[in-house]
RNA sequence: GCGGGGGUGCCGGAGCCAGGAAAACGGGGGAGGCUUAAGACCUCCUGCCCAAGGGCUACGCAGGUUCAAAUCCUGCCCCCCGCACCA
């Protein structure tokens, strides 16, 4: 079978019929799903093929069960990362040509052509959708659009001002990380190394110099509670200190942070500069306990960071007691002071960082051991120390610390500043990135309680996929806050209320869903007649129709049209991605849709999955095994990679690609097309129906149950356990007992095909093609379960004979006997009965008083006693019935040719009671229910 | 720290919610078959012991409940993910 020529030619069939362009269609049951759409900053690898293929197969499952079913797609262009991509290419930065020449294999000649936004946007969306449509996704193309079109910019607008008349927009100030040099904000794929930058609160706390008294050193700190343990003042003797004016005060700070501090505090004015080394020796003033300490150098004191100049508690701070320790080695200049306990530490005596320095053996303040060191110590003070100082005595670190916070800012005696704390983090262009503070920021107000009310409704009553995922939504709802919704940069729709500003993209992708229904009829309106009032009707029903005809140009009765098919397909059935978008995408998804939809028009259900991991790890581009999705079909085939990577976990958990994996898969979907080929090419009925039919055709009619059931909660690998893996190896076991009947294996191979389809739809057309069936596989109807054809026996029966011919092989290979003939006893009805008792009483001594009353058994009490005694043993595993002795030995008697091939010996079946030798007899007492007695001749 | 998920053979992982023959299924490894050979394919084996289908050991650690615990309960240890304004 070629598996790439089948698809190509199956992907233009489906092309050119419109297999699956969906419209409204009166009368009929739709189902519409939506996986998020893709981000077109580089080609699509094989983990982005999971939630798509979920998706798809989900999509055919429905289709074939009678559903309409539309599956759009589009691109989400929004944002800065293809900025700064397109930036990279048009300098050519080596990293990402590297990246697009080796991981990628994009044309050397291509590359250089992806300098601008939306050229690169272009390139990549267009090998998407070139991806997705070898992949055979059954998605309706004619719905495409771009999240920088015209026509969806003016629906975001519509958007942002239905948020805004509910009151759920604000502005205020914004911390946000930022190049000074290329005045701009930096997100992670600004840095150099891909570095996120983090923000944090950090407290700059005034310390009054002796002389002259009207200036003071700000230091700063993580940790305001330790201000009771200051010994001493930190400056960097090599470092340039500036004197600072802001509002009113003059401050010692480094010259860097006079620079930086301006982005927080743009009224800070630099008044004259001085050497580090000039503060040594004086004296500051601890603003609380108003002791005076001494001003000391330490090279560990970063100038870029914070303020440039810190306080010391050498008790509780490892730098700092490394720094005097250091300090008392080098000289004898400084008196060195003795450290304050201020927090009581379980296991700790009352300086834990000196503890920790020694236990760890750490050098001195450049020592990497001694951040290691830091954060053990931070960490565990916080949860687990107890103040001991100062006026919060007996309080917890970690409360102590925001009291004291909050109690220094409202006596003037700090301020709070943000900075990087997992810095120092730089900018593509070189500078370190600082923090500014941007004035006008917008905000959507995610912590309006109403709004998380509403969203917590929503998520009560949907579905989600898996299951165990519900409480990640639950704690995302209660802990998200004010979302900045806007940025001074990047593609997509500018802000309605400050044109100056673009909506942010994880905020203009929470009701897209909508978007897609009417995506066709708004690009052929055209952006200008987008009016708030057409969104307005044709989305909630309000206002006035023919306001909103007349400024979108159309007939009344069009508008209407409009609306009906919006109303057709929403609410959305399902909502696809990666579980990583939970914390974010999603939760947003489900305020947004709170928010302006009605509740009838809300999500029913999510489907989240993990990652693919390759041949075991993690995808990266510093470990260079990405797989391209399109590099992925050519090698293995569409079809292998959609079974792959949807069949190796369920959704909740991350699954692996690897080669052996699709090889398997290749080899069986294979072999089975050619057992089906052969099929078709069969002249006659081939063998005759035998027990084994029935049992073949019983456990296919009990997958098809349990695949249709599992379906509804997307249990996907054990759907294609059942589908795929367990449903061949049943054909195997058939195969060893039968040439195979051609009716049988007709009806075998037709349902097969379609439980396949969804997985695997091209082979399975071609399939379908070849069996003579018309129309599409994608469009057939899905095998319904014939009850009357399971049959718990057939399985019984076929599970003893199969246990039997363990048994026989198992005997054969401990006594190295090849037997000519081998004897089966039934065991005998008495024993069936002493089974059931059993089962029933569960324990010894009971089941035995039961059994004397039947005289049948009474007759036999010795023996009844160790069958018994074996049977409690076991109790577990007692089935509720049992075949008779006829039922039994018919069961072996079906399946005796197939013994005989197998071990090259005659079978004989008898009942238990027939045997003629005693040596038989010895042998034939052994037989249980369901495990009959065997005799090796 | 907070929230979530998870520790089962050589490996990936079923089984846990609804306690009752642990290791399904897929890999990897081994033996044999087929084949000129290789590959593909087929059969068997792959915790330990076993000369008649048997026995013993095992689901992170330690307890508990139960006739019976991977599964339920308690405590502990360890690993992974998220904690944003970024797609």
Redesign the pocket.
Known sequence: MDFRAIEEKWQKKWAESGAFEADPAAGRKKFYLTAAFP?P?SPQHIGHARTYTTTDAYARFKRMNGFNVLFPMGF???????LAMAKRVAEADPEIVSIFKNIYKIPEDVIPTLNEPVKLVDYFSKEIELGMKEMGFSIDWRRKFYTYDPEFNKFIEWQFHKLKEKGYLSTGA?P??WCPKDDN?????DTQGDI????DEMVLIKFPLKDPPDESVLCATFRPETIYGVTNLWVNPEAEYALIELDKNNYWVSSEAAESLTLQFPQLRKLKERKGGEFLGKTALNPVTGAAVPILPASFVAPEMGSGAVMSVPAHAPYDYLALRDLERAQKQYAIPQPIQVLKLDGFGDFPAKEIVERMKIAGQSDAKAEEATEEIY?RE??TGVMVAGKYAGTRG?EAKEKIKADLVSECKAIVIHEIINGPVKCRCGARACVKMVEGQW??N??DEAWKAQTRKELAEMSIVPG??R??Y???VG???????T?AR?LGTKFPFDRTKVI????DSTIYMAFYTVAHRAKKLGAQKLTPEFFDYIFLGAGSAKKAAEGAGIAESDLSAIRSEFLYWYPLDSRHSG???????LTFFLFNHAAIFPEELWPKQIATNGFV?ME?S?MSKSLGNILPLRAAIRKYGADIVRFSVVS???L?????F?Q??A???S??L??MASLIEENCARKGEGAQKKAIDAWLLSRLHRRIRKITRDFASLML??IT?EAF??S??DL??YF?HTEGNRETLSEFYRAWVLLMAPFAPHACEELWEKMGEKGFVSAAAWPEADESRISAEAELAN?IVE?????????M?????K?SAIR?FAASPWKRKLYSIARNE??FDLAMKKAMEDPEIKARAKQAGKALQ?LI???????PSVPSQEEEMRALSDGAGFLEKEFSAKVEVSGEGAEASPEARA?AE??MP????????
């Open positions: 981000y900053n989400h262009v929004t944002g800065t990362p293809v914004h946000v990380p904000a930096v997100g992670a794929h996120d930058p983090e923000i960490s916080a949860h970690a905000f959507i995610y912590n165990k995922a409480a990640d639950e704690y995302t802990w998200l806050k004010e979302k900045a919704c940025r990047g942010e993209s994880l905020s579980a990583d978008l939970i914390h974010n995408h991991l075991g993690k190796g976990a369920e909740g958990a991350d699954s692996d690897n052996a994996m090889d398997g898969v080899s069986r294979k072999w690998r054990e356990q893996y367990a061949i190896n195997k076991w060893r599970e246990k039997t011919a363990e048994d026989i092989a198992h005997i290979k401990l006594t190295g006997k037997p089966l569960k324990k074996l043993k076991d109790f577990g595993g007692l089935k042998r052994k037989a369901l495990k009959p007695s065997i005799l090796l001749e």
